[in-house]
């Protein structure tokens, strides 16, 4: 049993196995969960660009597992690059929970400069894994430890990104008398999306 000592239900945004995978191992340091992998469409490209960009298909996804589901909380993890400067170009995990009251945590992974001969492409829309293949002229990345395996020869893994994102997001429900009536809430967290996005972040 997690830290209260109970039964959830947690659904994924995803159908993916490393994100499925993630959460299971994750969501026991709250509750001990039933894990339910949901299809749902972010809405937004297959390789989000801006920080902007990719919590708002994080949000999409967790929303959209916790829609019809009946479950007590709902996952989302999406994969993002964020230019933050000229030559400087970062992938970052984002990871949004929302619980069935309409509480929302926000977490995200260690980010990693890509290398910049990748940049344009990524910028333009391409996914990191598909630019990583091809380049590397290797197979299976994306299925296996993703780029950063790849890239930390092993020593961390994309499960590994999503598993830290995921920890950070939790912290609020973990900690519910320190964050109380402070928690962000799905609007307020629009909110903080538009913003980010009319500043083309």
């Known amino acids: 049993m997690g830290l209260e000592g109970r039964e959830c239900r947690v659904a994924v945004g ?26 749902v469409e972010p809405g937004v490209p297959p390789q989000p660009v801006g920080l902007g960009e990719t919590l708002r298909g994080a949000l999409n996804r967790a929303v959209g597992a ?3 589901s009946g479950a007590d ?19 970052v995990q984002a990871c949004v929970v929302v619980d069935s009251s309409g509480r929302v945590g926000v977490g ?28 590397l002229r290797r197979v299976g990345i994306r299925s296996g430890l993703g780029v950063i395996g790849y890239l930390t020869r092993g020593f961390m893994t994309r499960l ?6 995921l920890l950070m997001a ?4 973990m900690n519910p008398r320190l964050y109380g009536d402070s928690m962000l809430t799905v609007d307020a967290l629009l909110g903080v999306i538009e913003g980010l996005e009319a500043e083309g972040k």
């Open 14 to 39: 995803s159908t993916n196995p490393v994100k499925v995978g993630a959460v299971a191992r994750v969501f026991r340091l709250l509750c001990s969960p039933t894990v339910i992998p949901v299809a």
């Open 66 to 68: 916790l829609r019809g």
């Open 73 to 91: 909380y709902g996952v989302g993890m999406e994969a993002g690059v964020v230019r933050l400067g000229e030559g400087l170009v970062l992938d």
């Open 108 to 135: 995200l992974s260690p980010w990693f400069q890509v290398p910049g001969g990748w940049a344009g492409r990524l910028l333009e829309g391409v996914e990191l894994g598909v630019v990583a293949e091809e380049v």
């Open 160 to 165: 590994e990104l999503g598993e830290d994102a």
């Open 170 to 173: 939790l912290v609020p429900f």
